[in-house]
């Protein structure tokens, strides 16, 4: 295991405001403007698709607290440089990144949902596409204090393979699903999620 001192580092500011730091307030504002404009321009679908990924980010983000729980270390972690850690493994300003990178990158997606690219969906195309951009940069972050694979065998490509590319998958699927669907799958995700949070961070203290 490597940088195991990073979970004790994460745990020690987790939830905790001595390191808030204003950009925080920015942030949030851009990414309500970017809602805000996609809704005044009734993007439904570009909506639904940020929507889906930010559903499914913190359901990964609660699993990765809760193994960090069971076994002791999380997968990923964030022990410094965040101005608030919600999870072990995130930071405000990385989830709020995620709040508004599916409907940002839906913008890439051609209208025609069955054209293919080099054979392949263009919606799986671009997922992949996204995830190995995503993975890339976590690498990079990987290589600073302020993120960590707390695994040897953890790193880009299992984070490509078991988090980017479902990411992306939801998230430009449901960009194309009818109304009601976007809804079942987004509703129930925020579902599962507060009550994950409410049992497991509320009245378990776990995460």
Known sequence: MNHPEATQQALSILRNGENF??????????????????????????????????????????????????????????????????????GVELSLMFSVAGLVMSKLLPADPRLKILGINNRVFFAVLNAAFFAFIEIFLAMTPAFVWVYPWWGALPVFVTVYIPFFLAAFWCYDWQPARQKRFIGGLFGVNVLMLAVFAGILGWI
């Open 21 to 90: 730091q204003w950009i925080v307030i920015p942030m949030l504002a851009m990414a309500v403007y970017i809602y805000a404009n996609e809704y005044s321009h009734k993007n439904w679908k570009g909506i639904a698709a940020g929507l889906a990924l930010y559903m499914v980010h913190w359901f990964y983000e609660i699993l990765n607290a809760l193994i960090q729980h069971f076994s002791g270390h999380a997968l990923w972690t964030v022990p410094t440089g965040t101005s608030l850690l919600l999870l072990v493994g995130v």
